[in-house]
């Protein structure tokens, strides 16, 4: 099992503060393996500029160490919380951890909105492809669905890498450095 993480950004220097986050969480939390980046439309929330998102995936942990981890690298990115669904210079979502369930309010796991999410689902998908999420089934079944409700339109993977970990198959650096 490992922790999938859900990163996003959409203030300052987007690619600089992922490519931060990466490096803290490997330090936090020993990073295995990173998505491609995609670029999306904000969801909810008030007028903003668009994401940067991507998935990480790190060692399993507990619920709380997983938030605690996501928490200090969103606070070493300066996040401030003052509007729900606001925009942000980094968002860090603990999606889900093996079978591992969490009731907890302040951290809920499996994520309870992630099946919702195709800025989740489809770099997910990317980085682990047999990857399933607890209680809505493979994740490769849920981006199926995503695209035939036309979810996907939008959703623009971006050249480049957050850092030298790949997702299976690929080598080499792509078009930004880590």
């Known amino acids: 099992a490992h922790a999938v993480l859900a990163l996003g950004s959409n203030l300052g220097d ?3 503060l992922l490519r931060a986050a990466v490096r803290q969480l490997d330090d936090l939390l020993g990073v295995t393996a990173c998505s491609p980046v995609y670029e999306t439309a904000p969801v909810g929330g ?3 500029d668009d994401y940067l998102n991507a998935i990480v995936l ?9 938030l605690t981890a996501a928490r200090a690298v969103e606070e ?9 669904w606001g925009p942000r210079t980094l968002d860090v979502d603990v999606i889900a951890v093996g079978a591992l369930r969490s009731d ?9 909105r992630a099946h919702l999410r195709a800025f989740v689902c489809v770099p997910w998908l990317d980085v682990d492809p047999e990857a399933t999420l607890p209680g809505h089934g493979r994740v490769a079944d ?3 669905r995503m695209t035939d409700a036309g979810e996907l339109v939008g959703l623009r993977r971006i050249a480049g890498r957050l850092r030298d970990c790949a997702p299976a198959g690929e080598t080499g650096e792509g078009g930004a450095s880590a």
Request: hydrophobic share 40%; charged share 30%; net charge positive.
């Open 14 to 16: 987007r690619w600089a």
């Open 46 to 48: 008030p007028q903003q």
């Open 76 to 84: 070493r990115a300066r996040r401030t919380r003052t509007v729900r």
């Open 142 to 144: 849920l981006v199926a």
């Open 104 to 112: 907890d309010p302040e951290i809920l796991i499996p994520h309870p």
């Open 58 to 66: 790190a060692a399993p942990a507990s619920a709380r160490e997983l």
